[in-house]
Nanobody, 130 residues
Framework: QVQLVESGGGLVQAGGSLRPSCAAS????????RGWLRQAPGKEREFVAT????????AYADSVKGRFTISRDNARNTVYLQMNSLKPEDTAVYYC???????????????????????WGQGTQVTVSS
């Protein structure tokens, strides 16, 4: 069974930065997409960012473009989410996830919907104070 373990959340003041990470184990497929989604209290889970593992193409939610950067470390099988200029509205539990069926080819969109992901981590809390 695939295991995803997030770390690196925390409490930060508005304008600050955090860099949560997500380490994967027991991945038996080599070309997935890996993403970050978040869920704020009382709200549905929403897409944040995603990356194609083989070629590194990325996609972001409009609300985080220019502030967040998703990246990967192939050797460590780890994906990161660099979050800068954090705002109170970024407060949420952040989940990393894997779309095991995704393989990039030119023109194919990356997965941006909750239902497209097959495996999930336990989540890491990010709290941004004003």
């Amino acid at each position: 069974q695939v295991q995803l373990v997030e770390s690196g959340g925390g409490l930060v003041q508005a304008g600050g930065s955090l860099r949560p990470s997500c380490a994967a184990s027991r991945l038996t497929f080599s070309t997935p997409a890996r993403g970050w989604l978040r869920q704020a209290p009382g709200k549905e889970r929403e897409f944040v960012a995603t990356i194609s593992w083989n070629v590194g193409r990325t996609a972001y939610a409009d609300s985080v473009k220019g502030r967040f950067t998703i990246s990967r470390d192939n050797a460590r099988n780890t994906v990161y989410l660099q979050m800068n200029s954090l705002k109170p509205e970024d407060t949420a539990v952040y989940y990393c996830a894997v779309d095991r069926q995704y393989t990039y080819y030119p023109g194919r969109p990356l997965p941006t919907e909750d239902r497209q992901y097959d495996y999930w981590g336990q989540g890491t809390q990010v709290t941004v104070s004003s």
